[in-house]
T-cell receptor, first 115, second 109 residues
């Protein structure tokens, strides 16, 4: 089954404690992306990657890091989380940039609370 | 910069037709998407427009005018389950995907 898998689904942690949210897709997609969603602000893109070892900043990259060492995985790293990073996070993948802009497949989301 | 505007809230009656508008200003254009999202869930794809005109998919249609930076999503024969948020998103020339803040649609009996 084609899917994007995020882990964990829920996490409560404390300020400053490094954390990683993993994202994996099984569709051989080149394009992967991370979003955060906050009430009244909609979905905002954090980082995206057009291919292995290629990453670009989205609208709100501050405080986040990503890496793309393999095509299937695109982890989101919060080196020193702060309360303003409390949010609902979505990972997505697609074939954007391959001449066929088919829609993204989204993961189920990660609800992150930073105390 | 990127700017995508859509109404915050709309209300419509079961069985009716509703049109949700989206205007955009982005750095280049590689297509416009509409997604539906129920609270706490991932967005699900509804439609994609890259050329001007109307795309129809069952009860849902989407229209695009690139020269006007304008799109709309048309929902016909509204059902209670159509109560959700509807997200307009534009893929720019650098392949960044920018979303509007979403339109919350309430369908009433």
């Amino acid at each position: 089954e084609a899917q994007v898998t995020q882990n964990p689904r829920y996490l409560i942690t404390v300020t400053g404690k490094k954390l990683t949210v993993t994202c994996s897709q099984n569709m051989n997609h080149e394009y992967m992306s991370w979003y955060r969603q906050d009430p009244g602000l909609g979905l905002r893109q954090i980082y995206y990657s057009m291919n292995v070892e290629v990453t670009d900043k989205g609208d709100v990259p501050e405080g986040y890091k990503v890496s793309r060492k393999e095509k299937r995985n695109f982890p989101l790293i919060l080196e020193s989380p702060s309360p303003n990073q409390t949010s609902l996070y979505f990972c997505a993948s697609s074939l954007f940039g391959r001449g066929d802009n088919q829609p993204q497949h989204f993961g189920d989301g990660t609800r992150l609370s930073i105390l | 910069g990127q700017n995508i505007d859509q109404p915050t809230e709309m209300t419509a009656t079961e069985g009716a037709i509703v049109q949700i508008n989206c205007t955009y200003q982005t750095s280049g254009f590689n297509g416009l998407f509409w997604y539906q999202q129920h609270a706490g869930e991932a967005p699900t794809f509804l439609s994609y427009n890259v050329l001007d005109g109307l795309e129809e998919k069952g009860r849902f249609s989407s229209f695009l005018s690139r020269s006007k930076g304008y799109s709309y999503l048309l929902l016909k024969e509204l059902q209670m389950k159509d109560s959700a948020s509807y997200l307009c998103a534009v893929l720019n020339s650098g392949y960044a995907l920018n979303f509007g803040k979403g339109t919350s649609l309430l369908v009433t009996p």
